[in-house]
C-alpha cells in the first residue's frame, strides 16, 4: 500500500509543476502587473523610472523563467511571497481566508448529502412512478441553474421579500451562511441525486436482489445492507469530487454574498493584478485537486479488490 501512495505521488508531483508553470505564464501574457495597476489609478502622474524602480524591487523587471524559478523555490521552502498591493505575508493572507471556505464547504457538503442521498434512493425505489418524475424534474431544474441565478432567486425570496435572512455577510456567521450554503447544495444535490438514482436502480436490477426478495428479505434491509454498499465506491468519488471542487471552486458564491474566503481573495487579486496571491489561489486550487484524487484512489484500493488485483498484477 505505501508502494501504491509513493508511486501515485510521484505520478502527480509533474501535474502540479506543470500547473503552476501554465498559470504563471498566463498571467505574465494576459499583460499588466499590480505595479502599473497601482499607479494608472492612483489619479497621479507618475514618472516611468518611478515604475520601474516599483517593479525592480519585486523582481518584475527580471525574465520569467527567473521569475518562476524564484517562486517555486520560495513555495517549496514555505515562502510565498508578499503581496504587491497590501504588502502582507501571501501565505498568513490565504490562512485567514481559508476557515470561512472551509466552514462553507463543510455546511455544502453535509446538506448536499441529506438532501441527494434519500431523494436518489426514494427515486431508483420509487421508478417510474409520480414521485420518481417529481424528484427528476426538480433535480433536472435544479442542475440547470447557475449558481449565480440560484443566488439571485435565494436572494430575493429569504432577504428581500420574506426579510428572513441578510443579503450578504454579517457579523451573525450562522445566518448569513445559510443562502451561500443553499447556493452551492441545490446544484450539487440536483446533480447527485440523479447520480445516486441511477447506481441504486442499476444495483437493483442485478441478480443478488432478485434472490434476496426470493428469499423473502425485506426491502429495507435489502437496501441499506446490500445495495448501498455495492454503490458506496460511486457515491464516495462523488464527495471527494464535490469536496475539490467547492475547496477550489467557490468563487462566485463568496463573492456574491461577500463571503470573506479564499474565492474572494482570489477574484480581488485577479482584480488588483497581485500576481503572488493569484498564484497561491492556483497552487491551492491544483494541490486539492491532486489530493483529492489521490484520497479517491486510496479509498478505491481499500473498498474495491478488483483495484488492488489490478495495481497488484502492473
Not at 78 to 91: A, I, W
Not at 193 to 211: C, F, H, P, S, W
Amino acid at each position: 500500500m505505501v508502494k501504491y501512495i509513493f508511486k501515485r505521488l510521484l505520478q502527480l508531483i509533474p501535474i502540479l509543476i506543470g500547473i503552476t508553470f501554465l498559470s504563471f505564464a498566463m498571467m505574465r501574457l494576459a499583460g499588466g502587473d499590480a505595479v502599473t495597476y497601482m499607479y494608472e489609478n492612483a489619479g497621479a502622474a507618475v514618472s516611468q523610472e518611478i515604475i520601474d524602480a516599483a517593479k525592480a524591487e519585486y523582481g518584475l523587471d527580471k525574465p520569467f523563467l527567473v521569475q518562476y524559478a524564484n517562486w517555486l523555490g520560495g513555495m517549496l521552502r514555505g515562502d510565498m511571497g508578499e503581496s504587491y498591493v497590501s504588502h502582507k505575508d501571501v501565505f498568513e493572507t490565504f490562512v485567514s481566508k481559508l476557515p470561512a471556505t472551509l466552514l462553507l464547504t463543510l455546511s455544502s457538503i453535509i446538506m448536499t448529502v441529506m438532501i441527494a442521498i434519500p431523494l436518489g434512493i426514494l427515486s431508483a425505489i420509487r421508478h417510474n412512478k409520480w414521485v420518481d418524475y417529481l424528484i427528476r424534474f426538480f433535480s433536472f431544474i435544479g442542475n440547470s441553474m447557475p449558481n449565480f441565478f440560484a443566488a439571485l432567486v435565494l436572494m430575493y425570496f429569504l432577504s428581500i421579500r420574506m426579510k428572513l435572512l441578510p443579503v450578504i455577510t454579517t457579523d451573525n456567521t450562522a445566518l448569513s451562511l445559510i443562502l451561500p450554503t443553499l447556493t452551492l447544495a441545490i446544484s450539487m444535490a440536483s446533480k447527485y441525486t440523479r447520480q445516486v438514482r441511477a447506481t441504486v436502480l442499476e444495483e437493483l436490477n442485478k441478480d443478488y436482489v432478485a434472490g434476496a426478495r426470493a428469499r423473502g428479505v425485506r426491502g429495507k434491509i435489502i437496501i441499506w445492507k446490500s445495495v448501498m454498499k455495492s454503490s458506496m465506491l460511486t457515491i464516495i468519488t462523488l464527495l471527494a469530487l464535490s469536496v475539490g471542487s467547492l475547496l477550489g471552486g467557490t468563487t462566485i458564491v463568496e463573492n456574491i454574498f461577500m463571503w470573506d474566503g479564499v474565492g474572494k481573495m482570489a477574484v480581488d487579486a485577479i482584480n488588483m493584478r497581485d500576481y503572488p496571491i493569484i498564484q497561491a489561489y492556483v497552487a491551492w486550487m491544483a494541490i486539492i485537486y491532486v489530493a483529492v484524487n489521490l484520497v479517491t484512489d486510496i479509498i478505491y484500493h481499500y473498498l474495491d479488490p478488483r483495484v488492488r488485483l489490478e495495481n497488484s498484477c502492473i
